[in-house]
């Protein structure tokens, strides 16, 4: 068989299995992968793994379809072991390749850095993070998390700085997350928010969050931070604006008089040493 005919069905089996896949992986399959919508900063994850998905699946396509042409059409039948054909390069396919990859690469820096500009980085980089979006508002809700061993707080400076065993967010507000230890490193993370950032002692981390749907959610240190490191997890909610009203107000009364004898609201604290977790 003449190699214009097999590279003729190599190609309409690529085109044929990659028109079939790609409405699967874009429409079915991409977006009911985790982080899921529970933030604008997890839709957008999500978003951006769909198009690295249809990306891929023509590449993943062709190999498959590749490798099984070859397998099924140049095996060795006989009983008798024969060398190939010598082959000695075809630039027709290295132009292809090096053409390829090029506009692949070039197009997902491009993708990328239009999706930095557009929507901020979406992770902690510091108290003053380089890429911001145009939706992250001065009069965003702020919120500090706390970690140290074994466990993360909560403090609201704008309810009186406040400090609670649990993350409570309302829905449809810009949140400005501001994050850091009193003891060593620790990283936030909470997968459903599509947030994480690193804990680190004397540091104010922060990472900005968007909640649009109502729901709980898992939060986790994902940084080895001691021998109980395994149980340092919590349980956050996203509330509606009244549920969250009537939550703080129950929180400031149930937490004043502790409220009273924490230190007065910082971006980090310096805790005495005899006073760290250990």
């Known amino acids: 068989m003449r190699e214009s005919s097999h590279q003729r069905r190599i190609l309409i089996a690529w ?33 951006d793994n769909t198009v690295l998905l249809a ?19 140049f095996r060795q039948r006989g009983p008798e072991i024969e060398e190939g054909p010598a082959i000695h ?33 979406g992770g902690g980089q510091g108290a003053d993070p380089i890429f911001t979006a145009d939706v992250h508002k001065k009069d965003a809700l702020q919120v500090q998390v706390i970690a140290q061993q074994w466990e993360f707080t909560y403090r609201y400076p704008s309810y009186g700085g406040v400090e609670t065993p649990h993350l409570v967010l309302p829905v449809n507000r810009e949140v400005e997350l501001h994050v850091t ?9 909470a997968h459903a928010l599509g947030v994480k950032a690193d804990a680190n002692p004397g540091v104010d981390n922060v990472v900005y969050v968007k909640p649009q749907r109502i729901r709980n959610f898992e939060i986790r240190c994902a940084e080895l931070c001691g021998l109980w490191h395994g149980h340092m997890f919590d ?14 107000r129950g929180a400031q009364r149930f937490f004043g008089p502790a409220t009273k004898a924490l230190p007065r609201y910082n971006q980090h604290y310096f805790p005495k040493p005899e006073r760290r977790a250990g």
């Open 235 to 248: 349980k956050g909610q996203i509330v509606s604006d009244a549920r969250f009203a009537a939550w703080i």
């Open 15 to 47: 085109v044929v299995l990659t028109v079939i896949l790609l409405p699967i992986v874009i429409f079915a399959i991409a977006p009911n992968l985790p982080p899921g919508d529970a933030t604008v900063e997890s839709h957008g994850q999500v978003v």
């Open 55 to 73: 990306v891929v699946t023509p590449i993943a396509a062709f190999l498959v379809v590749f490798f099984a042409y070859a397998l099924t059409n």
């Open 89 to 121: 390069g075809d630039h027709r396919v290295q132009v292809t390749w090096l053409v390829t990859t090029l506009v692949i690469v070039l197009g997902l820096a491009s993708y990328g850095t239009f999706r930095l500009f557009q929507t901020g980085a």
């Open 181 to 189: 230890s009193l003891d060593v490193i620790h990283s936030f993370w």
